[in-house]
């Protein structure tokens, strides 16, 4: 089967290759702000005192960006996937096999997808 314009798996990739650049762009300055962080608690300052001062977004915040970040592509990968093998002709034993889950959470990730296979799974697009 050739992929066409409309591949929203290859879509979800290109979500997932895009999502995981931010990521490195994020951990770079998580990086930095962590060393920050450290050197300064070293230097005797409060942590109170080093996050009222510090910039925005914080380390914690940085780093909940990057795990929804991540959780929300995974999810539209792991969706827009199962959908494409599902139509492809596996069972849902069989994607589940290959995902390493139950055939239950298979059948509900093919759920949350049938609501708009009209569409072309066109909800989980940004």
Known sequence: MEPTDTDEVLDAIDSVVQA?????????VALQRASEIREQRLAGRSYTDIYEHSERPLLVEILTMNV???HDVGHRLRTCQAWAL?????STQRIAQLYG???QRIMALLRSASGSASQGISQFRR
């Not at 995981?20 to 770079?28: C, M, Q």
């Not at 599902?86 to 596996?90: A, I, P, S």
């Open 20 to 28: 995981l650049r931010d990521n490195l762009s994020r951990t770079e």
């Open 101 to 103: 889950v139950s055939r």
């Open 86 to 90: 599902r139509q492809e002709g596996l």
């Open 68 to 70: 929804l970040e991540l």
